[in-house]
C-alpha cells in the first residue's frame, strides 16, 4: 500500500526517487491538511482558551506524523526509496514563535491538550519574523531577522476577521489556523494565530532588525521581542499585546454566543488561561467588550471576567514582571486605560493600607500581575518551590487577601516530542520492557527493576552511542563542527541569562584547562555544548557568549588540551537543535541561582532521555531529587531560602569569594593575555568586572561547591556500572514530568471541561 508514490505521481507528475526533499515535504504537508478534515474539531459546552504570546512548537512534520498513526507507514514508504522522515523534516522551517521556556510549554500543553481530548485552543500572534536568528560570526552573537514563514507552513488561512481599535486607528486582523492532532485522538483542536493584512516586511533593512518601529499598521506582526532584557520597543509590545487580546476576547465572545452563551454566563462557556502577564490586557478588553457591546453593567462584567480568567505565573524576576506606564496604555486604547483606573480603583477602595497590591503604583504603571491576581480567580505557580515562594514572600499579600487562589501545576513536556519522536531508539527499548502502555499512561516506573541488569544497562549505552552520532553528524551540517563521538556529552541549553549562570560553567570550564595543563587528563573526554540566545540588549550575557567562545577557541588551538576538553556554543539553538542534544547528553546542566527559575522544562527532557543532572536546588529541580533520592542527582549550592535571606540582607559580596586564590586565578583567566589575544577586551573587562564587583546573581557563591561535584560526576561517569544504575532511576521516574499529569492537574482543579480520550493503542 502507498500513501505516498500514488499522490506523488497524481500532483508532481513524478515518481518518488524523482523527488528532492522539498518536494516530498510539501507532499505530506498537503495530505496532512487534507487528512485533517477527517478530525473533527473537539466540541464541548465550555472551552478553555490559553492566551499566550509565545508557542515555540518545532517543526511538526514528524511531530503530526505519530500523532495521526502515520509515521510508520511514511518512514518504511520513505525507507524504500533511501530516504527518510528526518531528512524531509530538514526541508521544513521552524517556526520562531517563542523566547525560551514559556513558550515551549505552552506548544507542549497543546499536544496534551489535544491528546486528552479536551476542547481548548491556543490563541497567539503569528509573527512573520519571530524571535531573531542567532548568527556566531568571530566569536560574537549577531541577530538577523528569522524568515521562517515561507509559502510551505502548517497555517491556513482563516475567514475570521475582527477590527481591532487603538487610540486613533483601527487595524483589521486576519486569524490564520494551525491543527493541533492529539496523539491517537480522533478529533483535533487549533493553535489560533492573529495577524494583519497591511504588514509591511519592506521596513526591515536587509540583515538587520531594525526597523520604524512608530508605523503600527505596518509592522505590528514583523517580530517577537526577546525576553525581560529588551526594553526596546515596549510600546510596540503593548501595541501587540492588545492586538492579541482584543482579537482573543472577540472571538472568544462570538464562539461562546455560537455554542449557546448568553454573555452572561460565560464563565460556563469559557475559561481563559493567560501565559504569564503578556495577555492580562484581555481582562480589560473583555470588560470594555461586555459593556460596551453587550450592554452589561460594569459591576456585572468584573464578575463574568474574573470567573474566566486564570493566570500563570513564570518569573519571581521582578525586573521580568510587567508594569506599564498608564501614558502608553493611553496611547493605545484610552478606554482601557479607563477601565484599568476603575479596577485600581475598586482595589484601593477596598485595601486602601495596601500599596503592594495596587494595579496602579504611585508612578503611573499598571502592575500586570497585580491586576491578573485581583481579577482572576486563580494563579499559579510552574512548580512547587516556586509556588511555595510566591505564597510566602513575592504574593503573600495576596496569599493573604485571597486564601487558596494561589494554586502549583508543575511543569511538564510532552513525551511525544521528546522521546517518542525525538529518541525512537531508546522508545523502542521502553516498549521491549514494557509493552506499548508507556506511551499512553507514561509510566516508567517498571524500569527500576534494570537498574543493575547488564543487558539493559548495555542496550542504553549503545543507544546514547548511537544518539552521540546523530548529534556529531547534526552538528557537522548545522555550524560545521566535528565533536567528538566517544566523549562524555555535556549540555547547558537555556536562553543566556545571569541568573542560568552560564559564567560558572565557563569558569569551571577554565579550571578543567589549568586542570588539563597540569596534566590530569580525564580518562573518558568530555564536550561540553552550550546553547542559547542572549536578547540584543543584554550586554553582559553577550559578553559571556563571548567569553564562552574564546575559551572554546583557546582549547581547540592547545595541542595539549583538545585532546580531552571541547567546548561548543550551538549556533542559533532552536527546538530542532534540542532534539539532537537532549538525546545525546551524559550530563544535563541545571545551575540556576535557588530561588530564580521557576522550574525549567530542560531538565526533564534530559532525565527522560537518559542523562544524570547536575543542579541547585531550584524550580523543578527540587521535585526531580525528591523522585529519584539525593544519590541519583548531583546537586550543590545554597538553597533558595538561604538566597532569600542574602538579599534581605544585602549579605553576598563577590569580592570576598574572589578573595580566594583558587577562584581568583579562574575569575582572573577572563582578562588573560590568552584570553585577550582572541577576545574582545571591552567585552572581557566588562565580564570580569561583572563578576567581581556586581554579580547580582550571585556566580562566585556556589563556584567551588559546582567545580567539586562536577568532578565528582566525571569520576562516576568512569563506573558505568554505577552511573547507568543512576540513569535507570532517573529514566523510571520521568513519568511524573508528563505534560499530561499538568493539563490533567490543570484541568481538575482550574478548567473543569469534560476529557473526551478517545485513544486506540492498537492503532499505532
Ligand atoms: C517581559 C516584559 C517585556 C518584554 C518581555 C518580557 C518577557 C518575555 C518572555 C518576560 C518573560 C519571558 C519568558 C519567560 C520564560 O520563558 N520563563 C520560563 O518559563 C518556563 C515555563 O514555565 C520555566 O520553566 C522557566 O523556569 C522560566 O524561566
Known amino acids: 500500500m502507498s500513501l505516498l508514490a500514488e499522490r506523488v505521481q497524481n500532483n508532481y507528475g513524478k515518481s518518488l526517487e524523482e523527488m528532492t526533499d522539498l518536494e516530498l515535504y510539501q507532499a505530506l504537508l498537503e495530505y496532512i491538511k487534507e487528512k485533517a478534515n477527517d478530525y473533527p474539531l473537539n466540541n464541548s459546552k465550555k472551552k478553555l482558551y490559553y492566551v499566550s504570546a509565545e508557542f515555540l512548537i518545532g517543526k511538526l512534520l514528524s511531530n503530526n506524523l505519530l500523532n495521526l498513526g502515520l509515521y510508520d507507514e511514511v518512514e518504511s514508504e520513505l525507507q524504500s526509496i533511501g530516504r527518510s522522515v528526518a531528512e524531509v523534516e530538514a526541508a521544513e522551517n521552524e517556526p520562531s514563535l517563542g523566547n525560551g521556556g514559556l513558550g515551549r510549554l505552552a506548544a507542549c500543553f497543546l499536544d496534551s491538550i489535544a491528546t486528552l481530548g479536551i476542547n481548548g485552543d491556543g490563541v497567539g500572534i503569528n509573527y512573520h519574523f ?358 562524555i556529552i555535556d549540555v547547558q541549553i537555556k536562553r543566556i541569562h545571569e541568573y542560568k549562570r552560564q559564567q560558572m560553567l565557563a569558569l569551571y570550564i577554565v579550571h578543567k584547562y589549568f586542570d588539563i595543563k597540569k596534566g590530569n587528563k580525564p580518562k573518558t573526554p568530555i564536550t561540553i555544548l552550550f546553547g542559547g540566545k542572549a536578547a540584543p540588549a543584554y550586554i553582559i550575557a553577550q559578553d559571556i557568549i563571548h567569553f564562552i567562545m574564546v575559551m572554546s577557541e583557546i582549547i581547540a588551538r592547545d595541542p595539549e588540551v583538545s585532546p580531552y576538553l571541547q567546548v561548543v556554543m550551538v549556533e542559533n539553538y532552536n527546538v530542532t537543535a534540542a532534539e539532537y542534544l537532549i538525546p545525546a547528553a551524559d550530563v544535563s ?98 565580564l570580569h568586572n561583572d563578576i567581581v564587583h556586581k554579580d547580582y546573581f550571585m556566580a562566585l557563591i556556589d563556584l567551588k561547591e559546582f567545580i567539586e561535584t562536577k568532578e565528582r560526576m566525571y569520576a562516576d561517569y568512569e563506573d558505568q556500572d554505577l552511573w547507568m544504575n543512576k540513569v535507570v532511576k532517573n529514566i523510571a521516574k520521568a513519568g511524573y514530568f508528563s505534560s499530561d499529569r499538568t493539563i490533567t492537574d490543570y484541568n481538575r482543579d482550574i478548567w473543569h471541561l469534560e476529557a473526551d480520550y478517545e485513544v486506540n493503542i492498537e492503532k499505532k
Request: net charge negative; no cysteine.
Open 589 to 686: 546542566e541545571q545551575i540556576s541561582l535557588a530561588s530564580k527559575e521557576a522550574s525549567g522544562t530542560g531538565n526533564m527532557k534530559f532525565m527522560l532521555n537518559g542523562a544524570l543532572t547536575i543542579a541547585t536546588l531550584d524550580g523543578a529541580n527540587v521535585e526531580i531529587a525528591d523522585l529519584v533520592g539525593e544519590d541519583n542527582i548531583y546537586l550543590f549550592g545554597k538553597k533558595a531560602d538561604e538566597i532569600v535571606q542574602l538579599y534581605e540582607t544585602n549579605g553576598y559580596n563577590a569580592y570576598e569569594y574572589y578573595d580566594d586564590p583558587a577562584l581568583r586565578s579562574l575569575v582572573d583567566f577572563i582578562i588573560s593575555d590568552e584570553a585577550k589575544a582572541l577576545g574582545n577586551h571591552e567585552r572581557l573587562y566588562r
Open 130 to 487: 519571530g524571535l531573531f536568528k542567532q548568527l556566531l560570526v568571530y566569536r560574537e552573537q549577531h541577530t538577523v531577522p528569522d524568515a521562517w514563514l515561507g509559502e510551505n507552513s502548517w497555517l491556513k488561512k482563516s475567514e475570521k476577521r475582527f477590527e481591532i481599535p487603538f487610540n486613533n486607528f483601527t487595524i483589521n486582523s486576519v486569524l490564520y489556523d494551525l491543527d493541533i492532532f492529539g496523539y491517537n485522538n480522533t478529533k483535533r483542536n487549533r493553535l489560533r494565530l492573529f495577524d494583519i493584512e497591511s504588514l509591511n516586511s519592506d521596513l526591515i533593512e536587509y540583515g538587520t532588525i531594525n526597523f520604524d518601529k512608530t508605523n503600527i499598521m505596518e509592522n505590528l506582526t514583523l517580530f517577537l521581542y526577546p525576553d525581560d532584557s529588551d526594553h526596546n520597543g515596549q510600546l510596540l509590545r503593548i501595541f501587540q499585546q492588545y492586538f492579541m487580546v482584543s482579537n482573543a476576547a472577540q472571538l472568544i465572545i462570538d464562539e461562546a454566543i455560537e455554542r449557546g452563551s448568553n454573555i452572561h454566563d460565560l464563565a460556563d462557556f469559557a475559561v481563559i488561561q493567560i501565559n504569564d502577564t503578556h495577555p492580562a490586557l484581555i481582562i480589560p478588553e473583555l470588560i470594555r467588550l461586555l459593556t460596551q457591546q453587550h450592554h452589561i453593567g460594569m459591576d456585572e462584567a468584573v464578575e463574568i471576567v474574573k470567573n474566566t480568567i486564570a493566570f500563570t505565573n513564570h518569573t519571581i524576576l521582578s525586573e521580568a514582571l510587567e508594569k506599564w506606564p498608564m501614558g502608553d496604555l493611553e496611547r493605545v486604547n484610552p478606554d482601557i486605560a479607563h477601565i484599568i483606573r476603575d479596577l485600581d480603583g475598586r482595589v484601593k477602595q477596598a485595601h486602601p493600607n495596601q500599596p503592594g497590591a495596587f494595579v496602579i503604583d504611585n508612578n503611573g504603571r499598571a502592575h500586570m500581575a497585580n491586576m491578573s491576581i485581583h481579577y482572576g480567580f486563580s494563579v499559579n505557580g510552574v512548580a512547587q518551590l516556586h509556588t511555595d515562594i510566591l505564597k510566602d514572600s513575592e504574593l503573600s499579600e495576596f496569599e493573604a487577601l485571597y486564601p487558596g487562589r494561589i494554586n502549583n501545576k508543575t511543569n511538564g513536556i510532552t513525551f511525544r516530542r521528546w522521546i517518542m519522536n525525538a529518541n525512537k531508539a531508546l522508545s523502542s527499548l521502553f516498549d521491549e520492557k514494557l509493552g506499548e502502555e508507556w506511551r499512553v499512561n507514561h509510566d516508567l516506573t517498571e524500569l527500576e527493576k534494570y537498574a543493575d541488569d547488564k543487558d539493559f544497562q548495555e542496550a542504553l549505552a549503545t543507544i546514547k552511542a548511537h544518539d552521540k552520532r546523530k548529534l556529531k553528524d547534526h552538528l557537522l551540517h548545522r555550524q560545521a563542527t566535528v565533536i567528538n563521538e566517544n566523549s
